[in-house]
């Protein structure tokens, strides 16, 4: 099922989340999307492999070596052998991801934002000292819960980092442009951060669309609210598209729960609609993505 069977999708991913791990480079965004589509992804958990076992982490905890943690299984360890040794021959991560999604064939041509290194640190509260310090996105997300308050986020290294070969061409050839329903902050925002990406985006004109990852208030999955904080943004619909702004966005999906925002959005010069924003089931996600390519017509 899909909304565009015939379109050609280029998806860009943020590598903002990758982490050395065991001396393995893990990128957790490339992974899922080439995952989800290529019908590998644990469906429950929203990252990592069906049918995992851990193995490969007990045998590395009876060492003493972690962390413990981050829970990588046996099957996503191969991915992150390929790429790690891929990478260590000279490939760029552009390369390395092609030759994986070769065996998942996600359907869409997969880029990461970038082939140089850019991690997302947060600053929070030292809990050993008076000061703060600053952690890697993946120690603050997944060890911390994101239950700490977030001070900053910092994409370290975005500001000297180029697009990916193609990231730049793709926006400049595309009929229209969708920011998905993500973290505006540490996902979104982080690809924005990459110099020439925002430009490349305001200067296609073409319709640029966005699903609100908020609905009612709330982050849909993950704990969205707070990084937003960090940045000094309400957790609502109409605040993540403001945050975005009209010289970003032509068009903005809320929820039907969020209709109330409508009329504040379009105040804001961008066109908005309530639509069902639940990604349930795969006929739902469809729906969405086809209620933003009509969006996308509308603003064209
Ligand atoms: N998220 C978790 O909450 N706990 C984990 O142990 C975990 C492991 C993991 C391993 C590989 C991978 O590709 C993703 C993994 N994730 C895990 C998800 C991921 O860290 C974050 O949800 C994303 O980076 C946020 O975009
Ligand atoms: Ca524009």
Known sequence: MSAAPDADITVIGNTGDDIHLFGLKVCPDLDTVMYTLGGGIHEEQGWGRAG???AVKEELAAYGVGPEWFGLGDRDFATHIVRTQMLGAGYPLSAVTEA???RWQPGVRLLPMTDDRVETHVLIDDPEGEGRKAVHFQEYW???RA????????????????PAPGVLEA?????VVLFPPSNPVVSVGTILAVPGVREAIADAGVPVVGLSPIVGDAPVRGMADKVLTAVGVESTADAV???YGSGLLDGWLVD???AGVVEEVEAAGIRCRAIPLMMTDLKATAAMAAEALTLAEEVR
Do not use: M, N
């Not at 239950?147 to 180029?162: I, N, R």
């Not at 926006?171 to 009929?175: E, Q």
């Open 171 to 175: 926006i400049a050839d595309a009929d």
């Open 147 to 162: 239950s700490v308050p977030a001070h900053a986020v910092v994409p370290v290294g975005a500001d000297q980092a180029k």
């Open 52 to 54: 995992e076992t851990f």
């Open 256 to 258: 039907t729960v969020d």
């Open 100 to 102: 994986l999604c070769a």
């Open 142 to 144: 997944v060890r911390l």
């Open 241 to 243: 598209a403001k945050h």
